[in-house]
């Protein structure tokens, strides 16, 4: 029997995804969800590292970096598969940039040039992910999706998306729920 979802709004939640994944792309994957309503849900993977860094994405995008980045070893990550052309970048500060959506708790996501341009001088906000594309799902499929039991979800909060080291952020979410990692294992047991 399924589980209902009446109401409900993942909106600020982590989905985990399940060891067993159908969809590569999702495999041990974190995805921060910024937007859920009744016409679907917004999310981005903050734990899939593409072979991408940030300052060879500047340098693509013709923005002169002006000033020490503050993470200049930080890799972009793989957002999700829809509009991989797409940039995102999910920060603490608000700001002042053209198209910031705060999402919860002083966490945002800013889809907008400028705040690229503010970081590369320097001026952007202290803590930031940049990715390419987004997960989406249409009315219900993530309802779905968790009910059939893809993903599992935790709370947000500042420290999992930002401070918690990337190749850490899977098991720290399964953590969070009092989990131990282990028992999501995707291998059969033998004695």
Not at 52 to 63: M, N
Not at 97 to 106: C, E, F, L, Q, S
Not at 174 to 191: C, V, Y
Request: proline share 8%.
């Amino acid at each position: 029997m399924l589980m209902t979802f009446e109401n409900a709004n993942f909106t600020h939640q982590c989905l985990i995804a399940m060891p067993l994944m159908a969809d590569p792309r999702f495999a041990h994957t974190l995805t921060y969800i910024i937007k859920h309503d009744e016409e679907g849900a917004v999310g981005i993977v903050v734990n899939k590292p593409m072979e991408l860094p940030l300052t060879r994405l500047l340098a693509e995008i013709s923005t002169p970096v002006t000033a020490p980045l503050r993470h200049p070893q930080q890799p972009v990550l793989f957002g999700g598969p829809v509009s991989p052309q797409m940039g995102f970048v999910l920060h603490r500060q608000r700001g002042d940039w053209n198209t910031t959506m705060p999402v919860a708790d002083g966490i945002c996501v800013t889809s907008s040039r400028d705040i690229l341009d503010a970081i590369a001088q320097g001026e952007g906000p202290d803590d930031y992910i940049v990715a390419l594309g987004y997960a989406g799902w249409s009315a219900g499929q993530l309802e779905q999706e968790i009910a059939e039991n893809a993903w599992l979800t935790c709370p947000a909060d500042s420290q999992l998306l930002f401070d918690v080291p990337l190749d850490e952020r899977w098991q720290a979410g399964i953590k969070r729920l009092g989990i131990d990692p282990s028992f999501l294992s995707n291998d059969a047991g033998h004695a």
